[in-house]
Each structure stands twice: as C-alpha cells, then as structure tokens.
C-alpha cells in the first residue's frame, strides 16, 4: 500500500508563494498518476493538477493555470506543487492523490489520499 504524506503548506501573503511537497512510501511510485487537490471549508473537493507516470505530461484547472506548476521526482518518491501569484481564494486543504489507472483529475480516479496539508492566504 503506497503512503502518502504532505508537507509545505501554511501561511502567506497574496502574490506569495509556497511550494507543497508529497512523499510516496513503497516501489511503485513511478507506476501512479499523481495529483493535487483542494478543499475548501464548505466546498467540495476539487481538482488542481496532476501529472503522468514519467512526468511528460502536466493538467491544471483553469484557476491555477500559469500560476501553479507540477512536478515529479521518481527517484525521490517526491511529487511536488509550486504555487505562485497566491490569491485568497486559494486558501484549502491540499492534498496529494494517487492513481494506479489514469492521471487523476477527477475525485473519483483516486485510489489513496494523503492526509491534507492547510494553505492560508490572507489579503
């Protein structure tokens, strides 16, 4: 069973940044789509971005687009989001998600989550 924990979120001005880290337990990284998404409080969760296997292939939502940025380390077990020209709006839970099948931009392509990690953005 592939791990997932979450680390890099926490407080910033808008126009800041963060970069958010997701580290994979197990053999079998490089065989997952990986992706990021959020929830805020009273919303449903919803997609951010995801990339292929070997990482040559990236997908956004259209409200991060040109500000967030995904990216893979198989070496490292690592996948990562770095998250400019932050805005309050993009105040969630982020979390990180595997997929065994697809690249996953849909809740229901996951297989596993990892435990969130809180993104805050004040204006």
């Known amino acids: 069973q592939v791990q997932l924990v979450e680390s890099g979120g926490g407080l910033v001005q808008a126009g800041g940044s963060l970069r958010l880290s997701c580290v994979a337990s197990?053999?079998?990284?490089?065989?997952?789509?990986m992706g990021w998404f959020r929830q805020a409080p009273g919303k449903e969760r919803e997609f951010v971005a995801a990339i292929s296997r070997s990482g040559s292939s990236t997908y956004y939502a259209d409200s991060v687009k040109g500000r967030f940025t995904i990216s893979r380390d198989n070496a490292k077990n690592t996948v990562y989001l770095q998250m400019n020209s932050l805005k309050p709006e993009d105040t969630a839970v982020y979390y990180c998600a595997r997929s065994v099948l697809v690249v996953p931009t849909r809740v229901n392509d996951v297989n596993g989550w990892g435990q969130g990690t809180q993104v805050t953005v004040s204006s």
């Open positions: 197990g053999r079998t990284f490089s065989a997952h789509g």
